[in-house]
């Protein structure tokens, strides 16, 4: 098990300029800006050549939930279902929280139709929280930890929230990972996160590489008349 302990920035030896820690299959983000940025960043070589990112965006504005043993959502191979490892879960319509202090939460992608090299789940990213018996937003360590192996282990305050991975390996994928609390008040702290990124490669389908390649023939032609 790989494991990114990031506390600041400037404090943590695995992030670079770029806020990117990195192994050799999966490098760990702390700014959401350079984890959108990642597929499209040469010096990176996320994806093999010919794929782009797809990114899907889960903010749980959902009908609300109290107390369910599980909740799912997304579409296709972003769908998902967590589960607490104590008590339920709640949705407020704004984020997806443990209802027990002190509980994880599993979040299983339930799409097993995707085909390797490339498919399936690539990248997670979320704005996670810590939230104290009144609801309020505090600092708390959390530890994620995903499902290839590696994790990070991190302070989480009201204005540092975002946590993220890339899969740089094409033969790897997400499948699930856990947020659990840590620390000395692990056992009253309401983990959760307000929104959650996903990411996977994709590459245009034949039809469209056609049409895209009619098109530039087309654009070829009138610029020779």
Known sequence: MKHFVITTVAACSLISAANAGFTAEVIAFSSLSDWQAAPSN???GLFSPGYS????IEDF???AVMGASAVS???GWASWTAHATVGGLRTTGTGLYAETGGASITMDFTDHTYQLPMGG???IGGGFQCLNAQGDV???KMWLKLSTGESIYRTISAADQFMGFWVADPTQVITSFK???MGVNAGVHFVGLETMYLGTAVIPAPGAIALLGAAG????ARRRR
């Open 179 to 181: 947020l659990q609390p």
């Open 73 to 75: 959502g997304g579409t």
């Open 217 to 220: 023939l087309i654009g070829g």
């Open 138 to 140: 505090v600092a708390g």
């Open 61 to 63: 504005k959902g009908s």
């Open 53 to 56: 990112a797809e990114i899907y």
């Open 121 to 123: 789940v690539r990248g």
């Open 42 to 44: 040469a010096d990176i």
